[in-house]
């Protein structure tokens, strides 16, 4: 069959993103890492963080294994899953923490070679910074579509059905791979997030404001623990998350096109492959992308945005055209209308990234006044930085509500009269589906973008402490800032894509509702009073068998508990991060006041105690959050059934959106307010209006580090946690 | 008609409850003003005042009168609507401001003399400050079922249908009122809340931390500014805000009272006044308790606090058992579940005012943390006070989802297949609203303590300015902890039942759209195929005929924007706070610039200039933020349409519910924090632990006087403001 040929696009894509990444690799392996010096600190964070890796994945391997072992006694025991769902969900998190792994792995490799480069040229920095980020990008999409294709041959040639059920079953069991690959990715951006934030907030409080000893001063005994945890959090976690989206979107887009072309199995299997060959193309594009990244030397830092963008949005701008003609070519109905659904995306994730960038530069008026009312000191500084995160969510809120209604018609060729009857739901939330994985289909090089930002803030820590000539530590101050600059439009796509992607996952849920029903042995459900056949029952059918309206009591519980989660879980995580920091603040202050010494440079401080501190915080305080998240669907799926969790996800993912962008809007502005006292603006360092930005970004930290980016995940999660269980959730329950 | 005699104990209820308001006022007023020092401070307080609420009503004023000539058109012109709703809205705001304004007068005239009787004894303080916050509490009360009983009589003259008909018709034009109320108190709420705040946040950055001088010293040109605050926000925005709340929830249970037992016309009368009957004897039972509140003299703290919580528990209990006495007497079908609707939600609100006590109370471990926490500076009391407050949200959001489920299923006798299908939704809804009115219905009493804190705070603040001795405000500072205690359970009701009222309150936007389809010509719809009656369409068919399910990307849309409005109209009030706070602060360090001799003593500040400052502020600031919560529900339902409303309505509930916990209670708990410093602990008052906790105290301000409260209302308000323009919704929207 001609469209199994297209399939093996798939594999070889992923192979050919493999490939490169370790070419990359190689590549930067062979950069000299500089004196003595530089290896030695290089070493203690490579160290550092691989133990906490090590640390992290023996905790998180546990919960893999109670979850596995629980999804077999559901499937073999009860019989209410299917047997591929403990396999499926392991080697989803397995896959993502391999991401994370070799990410962090490349990245702690990379920082004094960055820095080494950087001492020639700020562009020979840029190169080797970029290609390790894109070392990055390479791994989270090759193995992802590795994943899914290994997967999807699997299930394919064992799994055995009509046609047309066949793909339904294929599709809504490898979700259960995404469960996994979120899972452990909560645990990375939750336990990362932590660690990082409780170094951070420890070795500044201590170090810079009461010991007055500059940042990555190697006097301070928490600073090996905070370049650890930048390792950790922002390029282990980071990896994880996005691996996590970026399977997820393709997962649940090939579960809706299996969903929306039902009954006609050629079409269906184009559905399917459509969202995967996107991913495919995006991975070749990338590529492309990346290798234009390239300037002459002696290059301004114009020069070199420039550059960046170039790759970026080279790389965005073709997928739409290859969205257009791999539908063509696939010669799926209306696809015309679906390649606009991912326009539609893509526009949706320029003006939520122009406006995160609106609202947190410093080059805008919302965090200039945030750096401002510093005049007035720290209480100010918070009212209003908090004040800005809440009303920047309006523009990201607005523009997906407009976005999603727009994906949805255009898929459904603009029929206002067929989207109110939900007729043809499956196809208009085929085209959000889609509408999400064209948004991260570039993930390649959005993802190297945003990864080193993280290498080269390290690389300035490096030179810190090494004690290299003060332009190195410029120069890789720059390519941070430059960093954040380009990584604008890619947050807008993660932000706006997780959004997508959990409204396509209900459809999801729903899918699986019907499995698990045929699997009951129920094979008709009442509808308004018609016997209505399970297999062939539409979302709305099953909208009014279960009364999923907004006046069913359950739903509204539901949702209540729905938008506490996303509240709670930012509480627990925020007071965990507290709880860490304290620990590392009393330790720090013992090592100055026990270990003699140390300010005056006589003694090395015991960094080892600290990252044990910080890696034992985490690891402890990951965990209420993390299993909450895994236990509440399954909890209100016993209690309230099929309609309160419906009501809890979209609960949880209105109001968890909401609060993601909050969070990472209101961190991104205070830090930038600091940023720009630090350049010399009202006063400058050390001045009392520094001093009150500088609270301002300590409360920040774990907004947008920990929190903020932990919510995006939380979503999709407790959706395919839902999903699992649905059929536990039919079997049993309360209400 | 037997009934509608037994309907005359509703307005005389409420002229008892205005006659003892005035005969505590009487009385409050015989008693002495103190020193000529203390006349002329408690004279520039309520000129101040009175300067301040002529000024809002004035802007109020024009607003009423463009939204009233407005729906003259909608009414008149298009006969979308009918034609007593501009006039029902203006009597609504007319009553709500009156209420604000009697309770401000009273307590101007209250303090002086609150400080004056302070100086003989506690008890004699209690007894002048209760009494006042009875006058309050009283005038409420009354004229809410004023207002009630006089449309009610009105509309029951005038309205021709038939019996059925007649009393839908009735009840959702009193909905009407209830838009006045709500608009009024959230105007009320956001002007009187920056007022306060900017004032307090102003006096306190360059009074207490700059210059430092002591709180409420008269050498401080904004502490009159900052007095007056505390009777514009504190007593006539809370005033405003219950008289809502009270108003709200009777008006909304009536309405479903009528749709619950639509058909049969006599019942359904029972099923109307059965609210407004729980209403009246809850005003006796609170008059009661009042007169219960009085103690020995020279008492200890302890016998206070029994003495007022003997008070209030006396008029709780006993309202259980009078609800179950009325429901029987009118012979209202399943009589006992619906009163036992009424025990879930007293329980209810019993549980969220016992969590907000732990969360908020420095007694407890949450608060105390946050205050150990300033030992590593102000940020860390940012990051664990939002994180406690993150925290605190869980047990009230989780005992609303239970009273919700327990309510419904109690008034419809335990059917539990029956809540599924949604058979007898009105029924199980008019539970949910009865549950409200219980917990709302002895207002006169908890209002009292509420309201009573701001009395002895403004008492203690005039016996500091006017020099009188130490152990004076010692004894105000008493009484008002006092009241904090006591007020626990009274916010645990006010944040419930407007949780509660706000969900009954959608049953009664399906009923505005019945009548509007009427209107329209439409007298069938379509349900599944099926042509269904308007008149007699349950809620769940309306729900398949607008395809309100949680699929529908419409719905998506509303919910995602309501979520977002709550997020936003904090946004736009801490920022509006944020600005009036930042010029009342270059005020002052103008005037201890300028004027010579202030903080000597030799000069008088210019405080009428302060004054002038926080009006303007909050005058200018509460527009915008006020205007939006009424303009959008019109523009998403002509957008979006009918399922677009009811998303908005309940995204904007479920978010802003939880959102409100969150505010009030950080903003308590930082609060609390301070004042566990400020008696000792930690270094006690002037260490830096205390600095500390001042910056989280002024955080919190906005959050739990400002944002917070007015959310409540915001919710309420959108629902109206749905309801009254549902028939320009129906006849035209886009989607």
Redesign the interface.
């Known amino acids: 069959m001609e469209n199994n040929v297209i399939f093996y696009l798939v594999p070889a894509a992923s192979l050919l993103a493999l490939f490169f990444a370790f070419y990359f690799f190689r590549q930067m392996i062979r950069q000299s890492e500089g004196t003595a010096r530089m290896r030695e600190i290089a070493l203690y964070v490579r160290k550092g963080a691989m133990a906490y890796l090590k640390q992290q994945y023996k905790v998180v391997g546990i919960v893999f294994i109670v979850l596995s072992v629980f999804f077999a006694i559901l499937a073999y025991g009860f019989g209410v899953q299917n047997g591929w769902v403990p396999f499926a969900f392991l080697t989803g998190g397995f896959f993502s923490g391999l991401a994370g792994f070799i990410g962090m792995k490349t990245a702690t490799y990379a920082s004094a070679r960055t820095a080494c480069a950087a001492e020639k040229s700020l562009n020979s920095g840029l190169k080797v910074a970029f290609r390790s980020g894109a070392v990055m990008g390479l791994t989270v999409v090759g193995l992802g579509l590795l994943d899914i294709s290994i997967w999807y041959l699997i299930l394919n040639h064992f799994v055995e059905a009509t046609a047309s059920q066949k793909l339904t079953a294929i599709t809504t069991t490898m979700l259960t791979f995404g469960m996994g690959a979120s899972t452990q990715a909560l645990f990375a951006r939750v336990g990362g997030g932590i660690y990082t934030k409780a170094a951070d ?1 420890g070795a500044d ?1 201590v170090g810079k ?1 009461e010991a007055g000893i500059p940042e990555d001063d190697a006097r301070n005994p928490a600073t090996i623990a905070d370049n650890v945890g930048d390792n950790v959090g922002d390029v282990a976690g980071m990896g994880a998350d996005l691996y996590e989206s970026y399977c997820g979107s393709i997962l649940a887009t090939a579960a809706l096109g299996a969903s929306a072309f039902y009954g006609n199995p050629d079409v269906q299997l184009k559905g399917v492959f459509a969202p995967m060959l996107i991913a495919a193309v995006g991975i070749i594009l990338s590529l492309i992308g990346i290798f234009m990244v390239r300037t002459k030397e002696n290059v301004g830092m114009r020069q070199l945005l420039k550059s960046l963008g170039l790759g970026v949005n080279f790389s965005s701008m073709l997928i739409v055209l290859a969205t257009f003609g791999i539908l063509w070519l696939l010669g799926i109905p209306n696809w015309v209308g679906i390649s606009c659904s991912v326009v539609v995306g893509l526009l949706a994730g320029i003006v939520i990234g122009q406006s995160t960038e609106y609202y947190t530069s410093h080059s805008y008026r919302p965090t200039r006044k945030i750096a401002k ?1 510093s005049e ?5 500084v ?3 930085g ?9 523009i990201p ?2 523009t ?3 976005a ?2 727009l994906a ?1 018609l255009s898929a459904i060729g603009f029929d ?1 009269r067929n ?4 007729e043809n ?1 499956s196809m ?2 085929y085209g959000i589906g889609i509408a999400a994985v064209g948004m991260l289909s570039t993930l390649g090089i959005t993802l190297a973008t945003d990864a080193y930002g993280p290498i080269a803030d390290n690389a300035g820590g490096n030179a810190q402490m090494s004690g290299l000539d003060a332009t190195v530590r410029e120069r890789t101050d720059m390519l941070d800032a430059l960093g954040n600059t380009t990584a604008a439009t890619g947050k807008g796509f993660a932000i706006g894509s997780a ?1 997508l992607t959990a ?1 396509a996952l ?2 999801s849920y ?1 899918e699986e509702i019907k499995i698990a029903l045929v699997r009951a042995g129920e094979l008709t459900i009442d ?4 016997a209505v056949d399970v297999a062939t029952a539409s ?2 059918d099953f ?2 068998y279960y ?18 989660m996303s ?2 879980f ?3 995580t ?2 965990a ?2 709880r860490a ?2 620990k590392m ?1 009393e330790e720090v202050r013992r090592q100055f006041s026990q270990i003699k010494g140390i300010l005056t440079g006589e003694a090395t401080p015991d960094y080892a105690r600290c990252v044990e501190i910080s890696t034992r915080g985490a690891q402890h305080e990951m965990l209420p959050s993390s299993l909450m998240a895994i236990a509440v669907p399954v909890i209100v799926g016993f209690i309230f ?1 099929v ?1 309160g969790v ?2 809890l996800l ?2 949880s993912l ?2 968890g ?3 993601a962008v ?1 969070m990472a809007n209101a961190g991104g502005a205070w830090d930038n307010a600091k940023k720009y006292v630090e350049e010399g603006n009202l006063g400058g360092k050390g001045s009392e209006c520094h001093k009150a930005t ?2 301002g970004d ?2 920040g930290d ?1 907004f947008k580090d920990t929190s903020g980016p932990s919510l995006n995940i939380l979503i999709k999660l407790m959706s395919m946690v839902s999903i699992v269980v649905a059929g536990l959730t039919v079997a049993w329950h309360l ?1």
Do not use: K, W
Request: glycine share 14%; with cysteine; aromatic share 6%.
């Open positions: 907030v409080l404001v009312s007035t000191g720290p209480a100010t918070i009212i209003s908090i004040g800005t995160g809440l009303v920047s969510t309006a809120v607005v997906i509500s407009v999603v209604i949805y206002v989207m109110l009857t939900g739901l208009g939330l959004a409204l209900l459809a729903i509808v308004a009073g018609r979302i709305p909208m009014e009364q999923v309206n907004l006046m069913n009591p359950n739903v509204l519980a539901g949702m209540f508990i729905g938008a506490m509240f709670l930012c509480g627990l925020m007071n991060v507290g920091a304290q603040v059934g309609s419906l009501g979209i609960g209105s109001s959106f909401v609060l909050f500088v609270v300590t409360v774990p209400l």
